[in-house]
């Protein structure tokens, strides 16, 4: 995994949050998830280990959103709202990051893109993570 590992900087829409992450797998872990808040917010997400990611500016300008048993922190610029990573629930060692937030990608780089189970999540129904289906991206021209 290591020899995959990517770094890019990042930052919300409007940049008062910055951050550098170090992506451990590179563009090789990203996903989408359908869980309630995941299927709202629509991000394709990939892979940061803990400590793969620094905020470089605007810390103080993150909020942190919880729900259901509060374990995954979910971090959004409070100024522009652009949710920018978020700490696992399934392995709290883990961060997702919007890949939508680093420079010189889009989630529309991807031609297909996973999609989790988050509904039921293996912390749940103590079964093993199922992928749901694949969100495919066709372009027009």
């Known amino acids: 995994m290591a020899n995959d590992a990517i770094t890019r900087h990042g930052q919300c829409h409007c940049g008062a949050v910055q951050f550098e992450v170090t992506l451990s797998d590179g563009f090789n872990s990203i996903r989408r998830c359908t869980c309630s808040y995941c299927r709202m917010r629509g991000a394709v ?5 803990m400590g793969g990611i620094r905020i470089t500016q605007g810390e103080n300008m993150l909020t942190r959103y919880r729900f259901h048993t509060g374990a995954a922190q979910h ?8 949710y920018t990573h978020h700490q696992r629930r ?9 890949v939508a937030c680093l420079d010189g990608t889009s989630p529309f780089d991807f031609a297909e893109v996973p999609v989790t189970d988050g509904i039921n ?7 093993p993570a199922r992928r749901a289906g694949t969100l495919r991206f066709i372009p027009a021209d």
């Open 45 to 49: 997400v990939a892979t940061a280990e």
């Open 121 to 127: 999540h293996p912390n749940d129904t103590g079964r």
């Open 90 to 98: 399934s392995d709290q060692n883990l961060y997702a990051v919007n």
């Open 75 to 82: 971090f959004f610029c409070s100024r522009c709202g652009i």
